[in-house]
């Protein structure tokens, strides 16, 4: 064959490569219960660097106020997939169309006390009868103020609870006032107060409340049944991306700063505070589940006792 004739053929063969079709990345609708949330940091890091990319899907996300919110969109069929928090599984007990498929963080160090800046309070025994603000009553955060008087040993009505929001600028204007003496929030936004004088992290609730399932992801039931292997891409990209996370903290902390609208002092501190919760597995431990079904108990979510194995599966995780 001449050189002429393999040459053309060659260029035919190239021409054609690059005139092919690039396989088109499937799209997945993700929703987070809360847009500046650390546990569903993960979603924003693997979509801005290309690692939802890499496992062939392009992850179209929207943002929630909270965790009801987001499963009220999964139920509509709007949501794919789901990254929120373990005490959501109250409403698959409930009947909502899906199971959780990925227990991403289980402790909470994303969550803690502050104090305002010029509060006496200086250890947590300090808060034995205090008034703690708290998002809503039967929320997470209310929760979590019971939790301290019954680990203390003060019992669950050992500090008064007070629901205020979970906006800044009604925090700060309860700690101006001193209408309460302390609030359960988010360490980032803690950290952000700190900054302007306005508070100080006291300490964080994994200090007193053991593994919760902090940070969940769900699935929706109708795409387990219709696209299992989206399902298994999804979090091969969630764990490639928090390995990445661990690796490279300059970039992830740009991504979080840019996400959160925090300072990058803000969200360094952050990221030295809650980068070891990630789980490197995703496998519900017995602690979370035991604290989940205790909390349903106590803010009495449900009617009766739920079984747990029934709420989540682990089939969808990579093998390790």
């Keep these: ?48 660097t290309g690692i939802f990319a890499k496992h062939g899907l392009e992850v179209e996300i929207s943002n ?23 005490p959501e599984l109250a409403l698959i007990a409930k009947g909502s169309p899906e199971l959780a498929i990925c227990n991403a963080t289980a402790p909470l160090p994303f969550i803690g006390i502050a104090v305002p800046p010029d509060s006496t309070v200086r ?49 700060i204007a309860a700690f101006r006032t001193h209408a309460v003496d302390a609030d359960i929030m988010a360490t980032s936004l803690v950290f952000a107060m700190e900054e302007q004088k306005e508070g100080r992290l006291l300490i964080s609730a994994a200090s007193y409340v053991g593994n919760i399932s902090s940070g969940t992801i769900y699935a929706s039931k109708h795409l387990i049944d219709t696209n299992p292997d989206l399902i298994r891409r999804f979090l091969a990209g969630w764990f490639e991306t928090v390995a990445f996370m661990r690796k490279n903290k300059a970039e992830t902390v740009k991504i979080a700063s840019e996400m959160t609208g925090f300072s990058q002092a803000v969200q360094s501190k952050e ?32 009617d009766t006792k739920p079984d747990m194995s029934k709420l989540y599966t682990e089939a969808f995780l990579p093998k390790h």
């Excluded at 106020?65 to 997939?81: E, R, V």
């Excluded at 955060?141 to 019971?146: N, S």
Aim: aromatic fraction near 6%.
């Design 271 to 302: 990221y030295d505070l809650t980068i070891g919760m990630y789980s490197e597995d995703g496998k519900f431990d017995v602690e979370s589940l035991s604290n989940l079904e205790r909390s349903f108990e106590d803010l009495k979510l449900l």
């Design 1 to 48: 064959m001449g050189k002429s004739v393999i040459a053309s053929l060659a260029l035919a063969a190239l021409v054609a490569f690059i005139a092919r079709p690039s396989l088109a990345a499937e799209l997945v609708h993700v929703g987070k219960a809360s847009p500046t949330s650390s546990p569903m940091l993960p979603v924003d890091v693997g979509a801005k």
């Design 64 to 86: 929630f106020s909270g965790g009801a919110k987001l499963h009220q969109g999964m139920a509509a069929g709007s949501i794919d997939i789901g990254v929120g928090a373990g």
């Design 123 to 171: 250890s947590v025994d300090d808060l034995k009868g205090a008034k703690i603000g708290v998002s809503t009553v039967g929320s997470l955060t209310y929760w979590l103020a019971r939790e301290l008087g019954r680990t203390r040993g003060w019992g669950v009505e050992g500090v008064t609870t007070v629901a205020i929001g979970g906006e800044p600028a009604g925090i």
